[in-house]
């Protein structure tokens, strides 16, 4: 059945860098938009980019434009979130999800369009 994980969460200090892996399973991912989202203890989950299927159009919120860079490697059926320069506000749990909209459409990072998520990872920052 189709499975998204996730993995490359961690501990790291203000300022540090980490790269998580969305690696999905049962489905192409190729044929999907993909999203990264994140939530945090108390607070609304929050999309923070996706890259549509077919064009690789790319969105990011303000709060992480210029620290964060999402890419997709289709032939791999995994895609990938850096995250450098991070700050006390980025701990979160991420999660990857997958979006089976018209090809090159630009990605929306609203949840209720994604079609399959993963449980995903957690990312902690240390002052």
């Known amino acids: 059945q189709a499975q998204i994980v996730e993995s490359g969460g961690g501990l790291v200090q203000s300022g540090g860098s980490l790269r998580l892996t969305c690696t999905a399973s049962g489905f192409t991912l190729g044929y999907y938009a993909i999203g990264w989202f994140r939530q945090a203890p108390g607070k609304e989950r929050e999309g923070v980019s996706c890259?549509?299927?077919?064009?690789?159009?790319?969105y990011y919120a303000d709060s992480v434009k210029d620290r964060f860079t999402i890419s997709r490697d289709d032939e791999r059926n995994t895609a990938y979130l850096q995250l450098n320069n991070l700050k006390p506000e980025d701990p979160a749990v991420y999660y990857c999800?997958?979006?089976?909209?018209?090809?090159?459409?630009?990605?929306?990072?609203?949840?209720?369009?994604?079609?399959?998520w993963g449980q995903g990872t957690q990312v902690t920052v240390s002052s």
């Open positions: 890259i549509s299927n077919g064009n690789g159009r790319i």
């Open positions: 999800a997958a979006d089976n909209g018209p090809m090159g459409f630009p990605c929306t990072v609203e949840p209720k369009t994604y079609n399959y």
